[in-house]
């Protein structure tokens, strides 16, 4: 349904260009929950932005294609690409507000969208109402702006909006990290249900543990390069790069005997000179010259599994 390929994405900015992601290759199936995880400042909501040609300015695509439903995104002319942004494709951000209007009714707020898109305006405000119960808030709440709603609430009224249309594809970038863990499961629940229905996931989070409970497959990424991709299960038996083992060990509840977490020494690099070979070498406890010098080729290892990693064999490039 969504393949990436290739794709490489750049910041321009005064102090130098940040290769932010680079290389980056997935796909995304039909009704699949794909979770993106890793550090901070790896390039997680850069791909999310991508997807809809959205990065944000001094940023750049430099390579590659989205395909979507066999067309590609970021040629596509303007027109036809708004056609698709929150009809087949929507966004849910962590900070709720950057999709709303502070001085605005989030019921006219979510019939807009649906009107934009050509629905009238008495079956707008009809579906509205349908949106808010589907995400379990009292219809009167059509008529209430976002600063009378709690920070739940209002996210529910960003899923409301995005799921206007049925989408095809949600991309959600960490939607529930400001919410606390009671609101944050119902906020998963609720993309479980739209899933359900038939809408693919692309999620962003910071919380491996979230990842695992809820989704299909995992990609995890490490300064702008995706290093491993592949079902939940395989990962979670058999993690294949260093830093996927890493992130693993560093969650607390999943080696509940030795309950020790273990962090990570030392810290992503600077992307504006990234080193060299492989990104992770100055990290690794198994590099070794290859590592320090060639880049590791992304691989299909087992069926579905994917990793970039000297280790785990496949040539590499200077
Ligand atoms: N507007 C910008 N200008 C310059 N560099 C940027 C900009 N936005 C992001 N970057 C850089 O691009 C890289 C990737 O950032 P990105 O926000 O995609 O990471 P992330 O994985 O989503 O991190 P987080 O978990 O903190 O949200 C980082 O090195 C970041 O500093
Ligand atoms: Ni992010």
Redesign the pocket.
């Known amino acids: 349904m969504l393949e990436v390929k290739n794709l490489g994405i750049h910041?321009f900015?005064l102090n130098g260009v940040?290769r932010?992601v680079e290389g980056v290759s997935f796909s995304i199936d039909k009704k699949e929950w794909v979770t993106f995880v890793?550090?901070?400042?790896?390039?997680?909501?850069?791909?999310a932005h991508a997807i809809l040609n959205v990065v944000?300015s001094?940023?750049r695509i430099v390579s590659g294609e989205i395909i979507f439903e066999g067309k590609n995104l970021l040629t596509l002319e303007k027109e036809a690409l708004k056609e698709i942004r929150g009809r087949e494709i929507s966004m849910v951000f962590q900070d709720p507000m950057t999709s709303l209007d502070p001085l605005r009714k989030v019921g006219d707020q979510i019939a807009e969208v649906l009107m934009e898109h050509g629905v009238g305006n008495d079956e707008a405000y009809e579906r509205a109402r349908e949106l808010l119960e589907k995400v379990n808030l009292p219809a009167d709440r059509i008529n209430s702006y976002p600063h009378q709603l709690s920070g739940g609430q209002r996210q529910r009224i960003s899923i409301a909006m995005a799921m206007a249309f049925n989408p095809k594809l949600l991309i959600a970038d960490?939607p529930t990290t400001a919410l606390d863990v009671i609101v944050q499961d119902s906020i998963m629940d609720l993309i479980d249900e739209l899933k359900a229905e038939g809408t693919s996931i692309f999620f962003?989070t910071?919380d491996i543990s979230l990842a695992i409970e809820r989704s299909d497959k995992i990609a995890v990424?490490y300064a702008?390069k995706l290093v491993e991709f592949g079902n939940v299960e395989s990962i979670l038996e058999n993690p294949l790069h260093p830093y996927t083992k890493a992130l693993l060990e560093s969650v607390p509840d999943l080696w509940s005997e030795s309950k020790e977490i273990k962090s990570i020494p030392g810290y992503p690099p600077d992307?504006r000179n990234p080193p060299g070979g492989c990104r992770f070498h100055p990290r690794c406890p198994f590099a070794d010259e290859r590592c320090r010098k060639m880049e590791p080729a992304y691989i299909e290892y087992e069926k579905g599994h994917f990793v970039a990693c000297h280790l785990r064999g496949g040539v590499g490039s200077e």
């Open positions: 910041y900015t940040v932010a890793g550090e901070s400042g790896s390039g997680k909501s850069t791909v944000p001094p940023g960490e962003v910071h990424m702008g992307l």
